[in-house]
Protein backbone atom coordinates (compact mmCIF):
# COMPACT_ATOMS: atom_id res chain seq x y z
CA UNK A 1 0.00 0.00 0.00
CA UNK A 2 1.19 3.40 -0.72
CA UNK A 3 1.91 5.29 2.43
CA UNK A 4 1.79 9.31 2.62
CA UNK A 5 2.63 10.36 6.08
CA UNK A 6 2.68 13.52 7.77
CA UNK A 7 5.27 14.37 10.19
CA UNK A 8 2.31 16.52 12.48
CA UNK A 9 -1.06 15.42 12.99
CA UNK A 10 -1.16 19.18 15.22
CA UNK A 11 0.44 22.53 15.20
CA UNK A 12 0.45 25.74 17.23
CA UNK A 13 2.64 27.88 16.16
CA UNK A 14 3.11 32.15 17.00
CA UNK A 15 2.24 34.31 14.47
CA UNK A 16 6.02 35.77 12.82
CA UNK A 17 7.22 32.02 13.83
CA UNK A 18 8.89 30.04 10.84
CA UNK A 19 7.04 26.50 10.30
CA UNK A 20 8.22 23.55 8.44
CA UNK A 21 5.58 20.56 7.34
CA UNK A 22 6.93 17.55 6.32
CA UNK A 23 5.60 14.78 3.94
CA UNK A 24 7.32 11.49 3.32
CA UNK A 25 5.86 8.99 0.39
CA UNK A 26 7.50 5.92 0.72
CA UNK A 27 6.59 4.41 -3.34
CA UNK A 28 9.09 6.43 -5.39
CA UNK A 29 6.09 8.64 -6.50
CA UNK A 30 7.77 11.51 -9.06
CA UNK A 31 4.65 13.82 -8.36
CA UNK A 32 4.28 15.55 -5.06
CA UNK A 33 1.20 18.27 -3.84
CA UNK A 34 0.52 20.86 -0.86
CA UNK A 35 -2.77 21.55 -0.68
CA UNK A 36 -4.76 23.78 1.78
CA UNK A 37 -8.30 22.59 2.59
CA UNK A 38 -10.91 25.09 4.03
CA UNK A 39 -14.74 24.88 4.90
CA UNK A 40 -16.44 25.76 1.89
CA UNK A 41 -13.65 25.86 -0.13
CA UNK A 42 -12.55 22.39 -0.89
CA UNK A 43 -8.80 21.88 -1.48
CA UNK A 44 -6.75 24.38 -3.29
CA UNK A 45 -3.57 24.05 -4.67
CA UNK A 46 -0.01 25.72 -2.98
CA UNK A 47 2.61 23.97 -4.74
CA UNK A 48 3.40 20.79 -6.80
CA UNK A 49 6.63 19.09 -7.46
CA UNK A 50 7.18 16.69 -10.29
CA UNK A 51 10.87 15.74 -9.23
CA UNK A 52 13.62 16.20 -6.61
CA UNK A 53 14.71 20.10 -6.72
CA UNK A 54 11.32 21.23 -9.60
CA UNK A 55 8.42 23.16 -8.22
CA UNK A 56 5.21 24.38 -9.44
CA UNK A 57 3.14 27.52 -7.95
CA UNK A 58 -0.42 26.73 -7.54
CA UNK A 59 -3.13 28.88 -7.04
CA UNK A 60 -2.22 30.40 -3.78
CA UNK A 61 1.55 30.29 -3.33
CA UNK A 62 1.92 33.54 -1.37
CA UNK A 63 3.17 33.11 1.70
CA UNK A 64 4.78 29.56 1.24
CA UNK A 65 7.73 28.07 -0.20
CA UNK A 66 8.16 24.70 -0.60
CA UNK A 67 11.72 22.17 -0.52
CA UNK A 68 12.34 18.90 -2.54
CA UNK A 69 15.85 17.83 -1.88
CA UNK A 70 15.06 14.28 -2.31
CA UNK A 71 12.51 11.91 -3.79
CA UNK A 72 10.45 11.06 -0.99
CA UNK A 73 10.29 14.29 1.28
CA UNK A 74 8.14 17.41 -0.11
CA UNK A 75 8.52 20.32 2.90
CA UNK A 76 5.86 23.06 2.89
CA UNK A 77 7.57 26.30 4.91
CA UNK A 78 5.65 29.22 6.34
CA UNK A 79 8.81 31.51 6.40
CA UNK A 80 6.35 33.94 8.83
CA UNK A 81 3.02 31.99 10.08
CA UNK A 82 -0.10 34.57 9.52
CA UNK A 83 -3.45 33.81 11.13
CA UNK A 84 -5.13 33.76 8.02
CA UNK A 85 -2.93 30.27 7.87
CA UNK A 86 -4.82 28.47 10.34
CA UNK A 87 -5.84 25.86 8.19
CA UNK A 88 -5.37 21.95 7.35
CA UNK A 89 -2.67 21.34 5.14
CA UNK A 90 -2.91 18.01 2.91
CA UNK A 91 0.54 16.07 0.83
CA UNK A 92 -0.72 14.14 -1.80
CA UNK A 93 1.87 11.91 -4.21
CA UNK A 94 1.15 10.34 -7.20
CA UNK A 95 3.24 8.56 -9.83
CA UNK A 96 3.79 10.67 -13.20
CA UNK A 97 2.93 8.55 -16.41
CA UNK A 98 0.66 5.79 -14.47
CA UNK A 99 -2.11 7.78 -16.25
CA UNK A 100 -4.65 6.40 -13.20
CA UNK A 101 -5.09 10.13 -12.13
CA UNK A 102 -5.19 9.09 -8.74
CA UNK A 103 -3.63 10.99 -5.67
CA UNK A 104 -2.62 9.61 -2.32
CA UNK A 105 -2.91 11.58 0.14
CA UNK A 106 -1.55 11.79 3.85
CA UNK A 107 -3.40 12.00 7.45
CA UNK A 108 -3.09 16.22 7.16
CA UNK A 109 -1.56 18.47 9.46
CA UNK A 110 -3.81 20.76 11.02
CA UNK A 111 -1.91 24.41 11.74
CA UNK A 112 -3.53 27.33 14.13
CA UNK A 113 -1.34 30.05 14.54
CA UNK A 114 -1.96 32.61 17.01
CA UNK B 1 -9.62 27.38 -14.96
CA UNK B 2 -11.65 24.90 -14.65
CA UNK B 3 -14.00 24.58 -11.88
CA UNK B 4 -15.65 22.18 -10.14
CA UNK B 5 -18.96 22.80 -7.83
CA UNK B 6 -20.53 20.90 -5.47
CA UNK B 7 -23.91 22.39 -4.78
CA UNK B 8 -24.91 20.33 -2.10
CA UNK B 9 -23.25 21.45 1.13
CA UNK B 10 -24.70 18.56 3.59
CA UNK B 11 -26.72 15.51 2.79
CA UNK B 12 -28.37 13.01 4.68
CA UNK B 13 -29.42 9.73 4.40
CA UNK B 14 -31.31 7.07 6.55
CA UNK B 15 -28.99 3.74 6.35
CA UNK B 16 -29.86 0.99 3.66
CA UNK B 17 -31.71 3.49 1.55
CA UNK B 18 -29.66 5.17 -1.29
CA UNK B 19 -28.38 8.83 -2.13
CA UNK B 20 -27.15 10.42 -4.37
CA UNK B 21 -24.75 13.72 -4.49
CA UNK B 22 -24.02 16.11 -7.40
CA UNK B 23 -21.00 17.70 -9.26
CA UNK B 24 -20.63 19.69 -12.04
CA UNK B 25 -17.35 20.78 -13.36
CA UNK B 26 -16.15 23.52 -16.29
CA UNK B 27 -13.57 22.60 -18.38
CA UNK B 28 -12.51 23.16 -22.82
CA UNK B 29 -10.79 19.67 -22.32
CA UNK B 30 -12.14 16.22 -23.86
CA UNK B 31 -9.65 13.99 -22.13
CA UNK B 32 -9.35 14.12 -18.26
CA UNK B 33 -10.17 12.44 -14.82
CA UNK B 34 -13.22 12.50 -12.72
CA UNK B 35 -12.63 11.45 -9.24
CA UNK B 36 -14.81 11.07 -5.99
CA UNK B 37 -12.94 11.13 -2.75
CA UNK B 38 -13.67 10.08 0.65
CA UNK B 39 -12.41 11.94 3.88
CA UNK B 40 -14.10 10.14 7.03
CA UNK B 41 -13.73 12.44 10.32
CA UNK B 42 -10.14 12.86 11.20
CA UNK B 43 -9.11 10.42 8.69
CA UNK B 44 -6.79 10.79 5.18
CA UNK B 45 -8.46 11.28 2.03
CA UNK B 46 -9.12 7.92 -0.27
CA UNK B 47 -10.14 7.64 -3.32
CA UNK B 48 -14.03 5.99 -3.91
CA UNK B 49 -14.12 6.04 -8.12
CA UNK B 50 -12.70 7.22 -10.89
CA UNK B 51 -13.98 7.89 -14.41
CA UNK B 52 -12.29 8.20 -17.32
CA UNK B 53 -14.13 11.04 -19.97
CA UNK B 54 -13.15 8.94 -23.27
CA UNK B 55 -15.34 5.78 -21.29
CA UNK B 56 -19.01 6.39 -22.23
CA UNK B 57 -19.85 3.95 -19.59
CA UNK B 58 -20.41 4.93 -15.72
CA UNK B 59 -17.90 3.88 -13.50
CA UNK B 60 -19.18 1.30 -10.70
CA UNK B 61 -17.64 0.18 -7.26
CA UNK B 62 -19.39 -1.74 -5.25
CA UNK B 63 -22.22 0.06 -3.72
CA UNK B 64 -20.79 3.12 -5.53
CA UNK B 65 -21.76 4.22 -8.90
CA UNK B 66 -21.72 7.28 -10.98
CA UNK B 67 -23.88 8.80 -13.67
CA UNK B 68 -21.63 10.63 -15.95
CA UNK B 69 -23.28 13.27 -18.41
CA UNK B 70 -20.17 14.57 -20.42
CA UNK B 71 -22.15 17.19 -22.35
CA UNK B 72 -24.11 18.53 -19.62
CA UNK B 73 -20.58 18.22 -17.55
CA UNK B 74 -22.47 16.37 -14.63
CA UNK B 75 -20.74 13.54 -12.46
CA UNK B 76 -22.92 12.45 -9.52
CA UNK B 77 -22.46 9.98 -7.31
CA UNK B 78 -24.66 7.45 -6.24
CA UNK B 79 -24.41 5.39 -2.41
CA UNK B 80 -26.46 2.54 -2.42
CA UNK B 81 -27.68 0.66 0.43
CA UNK B 82 -25.98 3.62 2.66
CA UNK B 83 -23.62 2.41 6.13
CA UNK B 84 -22.96 4.31 8.91
CA UNK B 85 -19.26 3.81 7.83
CA UNK B 86 -20.33 6.06 4.53
CA UNK B 87 -20.55 9.20 6.90
CA UNK B 88 -17.99 12.04 5.91
CA UNK B 89 -17.04 14.48 3.38
CA UNK B 90 -16.86 13.88 0.18
CA UNK B 91 -14.87 15.61 -2.71
CA UNK B 92 -15.32 15.77 -6.40
CA UNK B 93 -12.45 16.47 -8.19
CA UNK B 94 -11.47 17.25 -11.97
CA UNK B 95 -7.85 16.09 -13.23
CA UNK B 96 -6.37 16.93 -16.51
CA UNK B 97 -2.13 16.25 -16.53
CA UNK B 98 -1.23 18.38 -13.37
CA UNK B 99 -4.30 20.65 -12.96
CA UNK B 100 -6.19 18.46 -9.99
CA UNK B 101 -9.43 20.83 -8.74
CA UNK B 102 -11.57 19.61 -6.27
CA UNK B 103 -14.95 21.09 -4.93
CA UNK B 104 -16.28 22.36 -1.79
CA UNK B 105 -17.08 19.01 -0.61
CA UNK B 106 -20.71 17.33 0.45
CA UNK B 107 -21.11 16.33 4.31
CA UNK B 108 -22.95 12.97 4.45
CA UNK B 109 -24.38 12.23 7.50
CA UNK B 110 -26.17 8.59 7.97
CA UNK B 111 -28.89 8.25 10.17
CA UNK B 112 -28.79 4.86 11.99
Known amino acids: DVKVTQSSRYLVKRTGEKVFLECVQD?????MFWYRQDPGLGLRLIYF???????EKGDIPEGYSVSREKKERFSLILESASTNQTSMYLC?????????????FGEGSRLTVL | AQTVTQSQPEMSVQEAETVTLSCTYD???????LFWYKQPPSRQMILVIR??????QNATENRFSVNFQKAAKSFSLKISDSQLGDAAMYFC?????????FGAGTRLTVKP
Open chain 2, 93 to 101: AYRNNNDMR
Open chain 2, 51 to 56: QEAYKQ
Open chain 1, 27 to 31: MDHEN
Open chain 2, 27 to 33: TSESDYY
Open chain 1, 49 to 55: SYDVKMK
Open chain 1, 92 to 104: ASDPSGKNTGELF
